[in-house]
């Protein structure tokens, strides 16, 4: 193992394994911290959940990751989270990230979320979302992380400990030479960590050639992109024409929606119009076992290996908030969560061999009652979201809620031939 990768949540685990694949890594995603001997490949993403738990639980999953990652002979660390940088006030990007800085002995990293093919970009220091700043993207609206200021180094400085200072556009666009420089002097003048600008996937190759020597990089999937180059200019990494190859997908196929994102909201709707579709309403069965009763009473003799069926507890944010007024916030996130993995679980009884789910905390909760232990990474049918193949030879795509275009859960299954 060449990069060792924590990701805080699951789907940001594939995203981030998909891009190391596209650039020559073989790489597989374990679940959870590894409590044994690690899979053979050249980097390895550790997904965990704890985006949205407390933060000191956060820091001890991440560190204990860290340790397996280095004990399995990592040269460098990755830690990352989300392109729209999810956090609260308490953290929990900066909690983690500082942590991990004094694991490994080290003083400054980097931050940087951009991911330019999914339309996130970094300029002055401000996330874009498209042309809108974050709190204008909708992510204000997060039910677990509502995005309200888009300026990176005050949301940043304001859960670490060290300061935060910021490598401009003007500087990144001068190339990985000029980038390196400044991040020198950021840390020699007491910088713990930069903010980078990045508007082009030429930016995040920039940045991640100049993040070569660092123990620790961390942001979006975005900026590991140029790490592959490194360890490959190293002699350490040969070229691979095969890091994506998957075992041949079988039986029926179908999505699960969590993710109350304006993309997941757009794709079922898309998806409403070709395929059946069902719409579970927590709030009027605020009862997991009976939505999931539900969904597979709904999909006897609607399963088949040619078209998916569509099986979501998404909601616009109006009914998210009607649904923790009414149980809590947390509550309401367990129940949609616990109803889909109960759904996944059946789906696969029932023959379905191909499923895709979308919302990071929902992958979360489907992965850990269907038992997958470890993903073999493959081909991606949309940016940061790749087929993967789990022990059992189940096919599973794990979708963040934000991404994909809005044909998504038609398109995701054309390619793959059961």
């Not at 193992?1 to 998909?18: H, K, N, P, S």
């Not at 001890?60 to 729209?84: E, H, M, N, P, V």
């Not at 930069?194 to 508007?199: F, H, K, Q, R």
Request: charged share 15%.
């Amino acid at each position: 193992m060449l990069l060792g990768c924590i990701a805080d949540d699951f789907t940001g685990a594939t995203d981030l394994a998909a891009t190391l694949v596209r650039y020559g890594m073989r790489t597989v995603q374990v679940i959870g911290v590894p409590d044994g001997p690690l899979p053979e490949a050249d980097a390895v993403v550790v997904a965990l959940k704890s985006r949205t738990v407390p933060a000191s639980e956060a820091v001890s999953l991440s560190l204990a990751a860290c340790d397996a990652l280095l004990a399995g002979g990592a040269r460098q660390i990755f830690f990352k989270y989300c392109s729209t940088f999810d956090s609260t006030a308490a953290g929990n990007i900066g909690p983690v990230a500082e942590a991990l800085l004094r694991r490994l002995q080290s003083g400054f990293a980097l931050a940087c979320p951009a991911f330019p093919a999914n339309g996130r970009t970094v300029y002055q220091g401000h996330l874009f979302v498209g042309a809108a700043l974050l709190s204008e993207s909708g992510m204000q609206d997060h039910p677990l992380t509502p995005m309200r200021d888009p300026n990176l180094l005050r949301v940043l400085s304001a859960q670490v400990e060290g300061s935060v200072g910021l490598v401009p556009f003007n500087t990144v666009q001068a190339g990985a030479a000029a980038i390196r420089r400044e991040m020198t002097r950021l840390a020699e003048s007491g910088r713990r960590f930069a903010i980078l600008d990045a508007l082009t996937e030429e930016h995040l190759l920039a940045i991640g050639e100049a993040a070569a020597a660092h123990p620790l990089v961390t942001g979006g999937s975005g900026v590991a992109m140029g790490l592959p180059h490194n360890f490959r200019a190293a002699g350490l990494l040969p070229e691979r024409r095969d890091a994506a190859a998957l075992p041949a997908p079988h039986g029926s196929c179908a999505v699960l929606a969590g993710s109350c994102s304006r993309a997941t909201l757009a794709q079922i709707g898309v998806a409403r119009d070709h395929v059946p579709v069902l719409e579970l309403d927590p709030l009027a069965t605020p009862d997991a076992a009976a939505l999931a009763q539900q969904a597979l009473d709904w999909v006897e003799g609607r399963l088949s290996a040619e078209r998916p069926v569509v099986i979501a507890a998404s909601a616009p944010p109006d009914r998210v908030r009607a649904l923790q007024a009414r149980i809590g916030r947390e509550a309401a996130g367990a129940l949609v969560e616990a109803a889909l993995a109960e759904v996944a679980a059946g789906l696969v009884a029932r023959g379905v061999g191909r499923l895709m789910v979308a919302g990071g905390e929902t992958s979360g909760a489907a992965v850990g009652r269907l038992g997958v232990r470890s993903l073999r990474i493959g081909p991606e049918i949309a940016a940061g979201v790749p087929w993967t193949a789990t022990e059992s030879g189940l096919h599973l795509a794990l979708k963040s809620g934000n991404f994909g275009g809005r044909d998504l859960f038609l398109t995701a299954f054309e390619g793959e031939v059961a």
